[in-house]
């Protein structure tokens, strides 16, 4: 854990359940050496509800990076009529710099397509090819291919999680067919690709999977 002056009183902070589909906005209301209070999380006039032990993604945005912490409730609480929720002090899971992000080895089905950036028709595209991960991050993801990717590629993905699919282009930055690139023990042959335009919604999602799955595997 970091120092405990990580958080201080009135400090904003964004909050999600650990599926992290959608962060809600809450402030810091007290802080001491084992736990911090915060008020109840909002978005769009709607509560995030957590009871005790439910585990949470914290999101604290800064100039130099975004900081993302994992934290579990203690208990709700409500003072002066004031909703609020005790959680155990948030430990730090990863500070993200200059889009810069963990990448785990995952196995998660994989559909593609290859994107003119002249075809404006979707009639006129291909059909998805289905594959599987190899590893994903919150910046790209490593999957099987048996086509020939040339580095700068624009493809249209879908990253199938268990309770979320998340859809976004990404542009190939090397394979495992690229002269000079030695192959892997993956097993086949793979693309390696950067997210192209992903939603800050859909990155959120992504990267609260991956702390889940960090955290089961420990």
Partial sequence: MES????????????SAEKGECFYKTIVLGVDSDS??????MFANNILLL??????????????????YSSQVISRRRENQVPMYQIHYPQLLERVQRRKFIRISCMLPINYRGVNPEDEDPITREEFYVSQSIDISGSGVKFYTNLDFSPGKLLEMEIILPDYTVRTHARVVRTSGVKGVINTNDGGQWAAVEYYHLQERERDILVAF????????L
């Fill in 4 to 15: 405990q002056d990580e958080f201080s009183m009135n400090e904003n902070l964004e909050v």
């Fill in 36 to 41: 911090i209070i915060i008020g109840m999380p």
């Fill in 51 to 68: 009871y005790e032990k439910d585990w949470m993604v914290i999101k604290k945005t800064k100039n130099d990076a975004v900081y993302y």
């Fill in 210 to 217: 991956i702390f889940k799955k960090i955290r089961e595997r």
